[in-house]
């Protein structure tokens, strides 16, 4: 640590403060990361949970069929209603297409209602509604990837949906969010957690030498120019002010 001793002061201090600030930014990119990981699987958990509410609403009127004088139409009819009106989240919604790909309930858009989607693609060419019917077959359950018109878009946008089956009556039960909102809260995380980071730098031991102001930087720079003080000024003032 010797030449260390060659340099002035005032270097050695700036010296610390820009590995401290290094160091800093190392964290807050691993956080970040780790930050993104964590909030698509915490979106991807409440995704699951939300479709076996609804798949639970399906359950529950096919137990009305069978243990009251409820004709089981009359039934399927009351359960695609009761999760067409389901919503949570930023209006997250839930559909409902049969495993012969014909659209038994979409709230947003009725005009699919009683079609054949096998044909229906995304602007990749892939079937996404043979997709889901391909997954719920497969394993009963499981998340589709597949791009999907969004209010307020030209095109279509980058979307995630989990899909179940309810095997009594053939239905395939889903719902879905958009990347690009999950990316915004991912994004909002990040601001905040980079305000806590510029909070805790400005706090920090190496961080409070410097922020003594201009006038310690006077003391150990007595014939620095006017110059250098409004560098230092502009670069090194204590944030929030």
Known sequence: ??????????????????????????????????????????????????????????????????????????????????????????????WVNDMQVHMLMHPIRPELDGKDLSGTTDPTGKHLFVSFVDTVKKDGQGFVEYLWPKPGHDQPVAKVSYVKGYAPWGWVVGSGVYVDDVQALFLKRMVEAQGVGFNLFEHSPVPQAHGRGLAHWQRIHPLAGRHHL??????????GR
Do not use: C
């Open 1 to 94: 640590m010797q030449f260390l001793t060659r340099f002035s002061v005032a270097n050695r201090l700036m010296t610390a403060v820009v590995l401290s600030a290094f160091g800093l930014l190392v964290v807050v990119v691993t956080l970040m990361f780790s930050e993104r990981t964590l909030l698509m699987a915490e979106r991807s958990n409440n995704l699951k949970g939300m479709v076996d509410i609804a798949t639970g609403i399906a359950s529950h009127y096919h137990d009305l069929a069978k243990s009251q004088d409820l004709p089981e139409e009359v039934a399927k009819e009351r359960a695609l209603k009761a999760i067409g009106k389901l919503r949570y989240g930023e209006g997250e919604y839930f």
């Open 230 to 239: 409004a560098d230092f000024a502009q670069h090194h003032a204590p944030i």
